[in-house]
């Protein structure tokens, strides 16, 4: 049932609220566990870029060719600066969309060769050839006859891209992001051109770090903010509504025999709904609006649908009713603004409640450890006042990030767009575990490739959304020289790494130090970016 109205306060997620000792552990352990295809990468951190480093080309990861994941890793320059190559390579960057580049790498034949004297040296010293003495100088012929010829053709591939990857790299060091360089010629393909020619050549893509560009520029040092806040977070009138939720669980649900629905009454409820044309002929379905026995709570109808709890007032158990309705301009569905809808609601079930007599008898009941109304009240006043102060500060801090975004010009690198997307859609899957418990095969299909993927494509927006926040909070981090305590470091650090310990659960100790730090970042961020805005509050 989608009629309900989510407050503009709660739409954005703020990465930055100093959630840091129960919520960052369980983020991290769940992207790692589950999502990152790539298995154990970092949080690309964009203001620290990696430098490419050497990597791994084992046989078995390039045995069906096409597009490869490498990893790159911190110490590229001084394996590069070790291993001199007999001649220059011929590198060609060419930039592309979403901050990559493709690097077109020309080899010599002369370190072609290199490369396959070394793995034939390499073999003689790990195989034992009849008639040789095993480490010792075998010809060519022989170890090539021994080992295999097309088994040496692929090491020596191998070993030509694993040497050369690093010096092709160097022209993007500093800049490229991990996890992110892919070999995209053809494994066979590269086999076959060494064969024929004795020379190789290969094209690698690698995302970069984005380059951030404000409009206006600076603009953000002196924002203007407006912050809409919803009458649902004023503290009076939620513990009015508290105190009301929990005296209504003391009553009894009993059967309406005599009358309709009235305001008070629980109902319950199918309801199914179809658009209507600008001729007023009938049209499709709307899914988002149907629900089949819908509990619905009619002291709650001011959530739903304008005019949608006016137009069942006095329906009886077996009846129905239909009506139009016209969606608002602020639905939160935008394909359905300003949308006229045709209702149909049939009534299944009616409930009245019997309610006790509110006095001091119920406190108890109400709030354990309460003894009188008064009491109970004030403990629920003050517990509101300091969600109200929360939800203030939690508004205001996503109108900056929100502004922050339309302020940027970015394009997001798809390698950095999957890695947050996974840990978003770790975080909400442990999010459903925490509320229900889910069976093998739920889980299995929930942290399937397919459902990750789903989740990126219809996601999209929000993701790049966030992205862009981040990128941009890093920014002003950066440029205006901001810090924070080491103690604030050490501190954080420890309390979630005892949360991990807490659960039993891995995790890798310096990815949580880059992600405390940058929530810690954020933070000071918008501490000061909330100095220097002009901030105004309105209430809708």
């Not at 009616?350 to 109400?366: N, V």
């Not at 002003?476 to 005892?498: C, G, M």
Request: charged content about 30%; glycine content about 6%.
């Amino acid at each position: 049932m989608e009629l309900c109205v989510i407050s503009s306060t709660t739409r954005t997620i703020n990465p930055f609220r100093s959630f840091l000792t129960r919520r960052i552990g369980s983020r991290l352990v769940q992207s790692d566990s589950l999502f990152l295809s790539r298995g154990g990468c970092s949080v690309l951190r964009l203001k620290k870029p990696i430098k490419p480093l050497e990597i791994s080309c084992a046989s078995r990861k390039f045995g069906g060719g096409g597009s490869r994941k490498v990893a790159a890793s911190p110490a590229v320059e001084t394996s590069v600066k070790e291993d001199r190559l007999p001649a220059a390579l011929q590198v060609t960057e060419t930039k592309r969309a979403n901050s990559s580049v493709k690097l077109s790498v020309e080899v010599p034949a002369i370190v072609c060769e290199d490369c396959y004297q070394r793995v034939l040296t390499e073999f003689m010293k790990l195989s034992k050839v009849p008639g040789f003495r095993p480490g010792k100088r075998v010809p060519e012929e022989v170890i090539v006859g021994f080992v295999g010829r097309q088994y040496v053709l692929r090491a020596t591939v191998e070993s030509i891209l694993k040497r050369t990857l690093p010096h092709a790299m160097e022209s993007v060091t500093g800049r490229a992001l991990k996890d992110s360089i892919q070999i995209v010629s053809s494994f066979p393909e590269m086999e076959k051109q060494y064969s024929t020619l004795k020379t190789l050549s290969f094209e690698v893509v690698v995302d970069v770090v984005p380059e951030l560009r404000w409009n206006p520029e600076n603009g953000y040092k002196n924002m203007k903010i407006v912050v809409e806040l919803g009458d649902e977070i004023d503290a009076k009138k939620a513990c009015e509504r508290q105190l009301r939720q929990k005296y209504k669980s003391l009553g009894a649900l009993k059967i309406v025999t005599d009358r309709g629905l009235q305001v008070g009454d629980l109902a319950v409820i199918d309801i199914s709904a179809t658009t209507i044309d600008e001729d007023g002929s009938t049209g499709q379905a709307i899914p988002d609006a149907e629900s089949k026995g819908f509990h619905f709570d009619t002291e709650e109808g001011n959530r739903l649908l304008p005019g949608f709890l006016g137009s069942i007032l006095g329906i009886r158990a077996g009846e129905s009713k239909s009506f139009s309705l016209v969606f608002p301009e602020s639905w939160k569905q935008e394909n359905l603004r300003g949308q006229r809808a045709q209702f149909t609601v049939g009534c299944k079930e009616l409930f009245y409640r019997d309610l006790p007599t509110l006095d001091d008898s119920l406190a108890d009941k109400l709030l354990p450890g309460c003894t009188t109304l008064k009491e109970v009240e004030e403990t629920l006043a003050k517990r509101c006042q300091e969600m109200e102060q929360e939800a203030k500060e939690q508004a205001t801090d996503n109108a900056i990030l929100e502004q922050l975004r339309e302020m940027v010009e970015v394009e997001i690198p798809q390698s950095l767009f999957e890695e947050q997307g996974r840990q978003f859609y770790g975080a909400r899957l442990l999010e459903i575990q925490g509320n229900m418990k889910l069976t093998e095969d739920q889980l299995a299909s929930l942290s399937s490739q397919k459902a990750v993927n789903e989740f990126l494509e219809t996601q999209r927006e929000s993701i790049t959304n966030i992205i862009k926040q981040n990128i941009a909070v890093g920014d002003i981090f950066k440029r205006e020289n901001l810090e924070f305590s080491t103690d604030e470091l050490v501190k954080e650090v420890e309390n979630s790494i005892s949360e991990f310990k807490k659960h039993k659960q891995e995790y890798d100790e310096e990815r949580v130090k880059d992600q405390v730090q940058e929530i810690l970042e954020g933070a000071k961020v918008l501490e000061w970016l909330k100095e220097r805005a002009e901030i105004q509050y309105i209430t809708r």
